[in-house]
Each structure stands twice: as structure tokens, then as C-alpha cells.
């Protein structure tokens, strides 16, 4: 068995069409479930009604928001529990899958590698970007304090964050800032990588994951650096984790948030302060051990 877990909140259309991408493209048995995570607009229940005689969806209403890993841990030992799958999908709800062979080609990968997560080529057609994988190296410890300095400036200021706003708006200069970026971490998205940090926006986890698991993720974070964290405590506890080209999935980057703030500076300051937390919670991680 094949489980998909879409974590839903509020844009219901892309959640729709997240679903329907894999129940009408992708062969195999396959099981999809959907969590709403406190959506206020009535979204998870009108993804009920649509779902009601569809026996390969299961919706899961949670009655609070509690974010990125915890809302899609709800999901992921739902599946655990209820049909003991080979494979568990994560996914966010404004990813589209676009292979009919999803599941064939993620199970003759782990045939051949054995991985304990793998990570697709995740392409956002508008901005042809492709996110997969974040880096090619995990994050030091000074990388990680580098980063809490930086949120820690961001939040506490009342200037940085609106000029950063403002010139996001200016589409050419954000496409290009983007475009640098990835000049400078050289990846190579026709090659595999191992062991490296996977964009957050899909994983697949395999039977050899889920058995040493309990949670998908770390249950500290409400949202953002939830993958940097999975990569060391993969790396902590030797499971293997891979980027291959063959598997590829299509992202509308952000819906959900979007839809959430119609304002980039109230966005941005959300943003920061997710960044900000999940940093320190990571950071407490690592202090412990």
C-alpha cells in the first residue's frame, strides 16, 4: 500500500487539485488522506462532502491549527495505524503530481537504494525554479546560528523586513535574487544526491522509515525548517536519505499562505517569526545532546 498525506489549510482548490492529481493519474493501490489543519472557512468540511464515496480518501478534521509537523503527523500515523503502508507521501497541498508511474518508479528506487526518504525534482513552472535539493551539504552548527542571528534581526525590526517587502514586489529583481541564489549552490537537479537537506514540500518515506518512527517529524516546530531538522536526525540515526531526477512533482509555491495574509509585510513578519522559533527549537536540540 501507497499512502499520500496532503496537509490542507484553507485553499481548497489546490488541495482539490493535489488530490485529484494522484486519484486520477497515478497507478497503484494507493490511499490518500487529507488533513484539515483548522481551517476556518469551512474548506475541510466541503473536502468531506466532495470525498464522501471515495473510498481511497479519508479526510481528518483537526479542530486547531498546529502547524506543519504536527498536522502532517496526524496524517502520517493515521496511515501508520490503519494500513501499515510500504510507503507514506507527504505533501503539500499546492504540489501536483504529474507521473502515472509515481509509485512504480519510488519502489524500483527503493529496490535498488534502500532509502529511508526520498526527495523528487520539486519544479515550480512559472518561475522555473527547481527546489530539490536544498543544499548539497547538511547545515553546520554555525550555519544553524548564523541563520537564529538572522530571523533574530528580522524580528525584532521594524525597517529590514518592509524594504525586503517592497522589493519583492518588483518581479524582475526577485527573479533574479532567486536566480543567483541557485547559481551559488551549484546542484545539479539531472543528478542523485545523497544524504543532503530535501525540500520540504514533498518527502516519501519508505517501509524502513516508518518503522523506526513514531512522528515524521520533529513535533517542536509550527512551520519552516522542518527539513533541516529531518536531515540531522536522519544523519543521527544512519537512515538514508536520497534526491533523484527520476521522480518529479510540479509546486505552486505558497498557496496556502497566500491565501492566509493578503499582505506581504503581515506574511513576511509570520514567516520571520516561524523561521525565528523553529531555529531556537532546533538549536535546543542540539544543546541537549
Known sequence: MFCFVILHYMALDETIKCCDSILNKVEGKKHIIIVDNGSNNGSGIKLQEKYQDCKNVTIILSKDNVGFANGNNLGYRYAKKNFNPDFIAILNNDI??????????????????????????????????????????????????????????????????????????????????????????????????????????????????????????????????????????????????????????????????NLTYNSELKKARFINNCMYNSISAFLEILEKE
Open 96 to 257: 501536483e503530481i504529474i507521473q502515472t508511474d509515481f509509485i512504480k518508479i519510488a519502489k524500483e528506487l527503493y529496490q535498488q537504494e534502500h532509502y529511508a526518504i526520498l526527495g523528487p525534482d520539486v519544479y515550480i513552472p512559472y518561475i522555473n525554479l527547481h527546489q530539490n535539493p536544498k543544499k548539497t551539504t547538511s547545515l553546520t552548527h554555525e550555519d544553524i546560528l548564523k541563520d537564529f542571528k538572522k530571523y533574530k534581526s528580522r524580528k525584532n525590526s521594524r525597517i529590514i523586513v518592509p524594504i525586503k517587502c517592497y522589493l519583492k514586489n518588483i518581479k524582475a529583481l526577485k527573479n533574479k535574487v532567486q536566480s543567483n541564489k541557485n547559481d551559488k549552490l551549484n546542484i545539479d537537479y539531472t543528478k542523485t544526491y545523497y544524504n543532503v537537506p530535501l525540500h520540504g514540500s514533498c518527502f516519501i518515506f519508505s517501509k524502513k522509515f516508518i518503522d523506526a518512527r513514531k512522528d515524521a517529524f520533529f513535533s517542536g516546530t509550527f512551520m519552516y525548517y522542518e527539513s533541516e531538522i529531518l536531515d540531522y536526525e536522519c544523519h543521527k540515526a544512519g537512515l538514508k536519505t536520497m534526491y533523484s531526477p527520476k521522480l518529479k512533482v510540479n509546486h505552486n509555491h505558497n498557496a496556502s499562505t
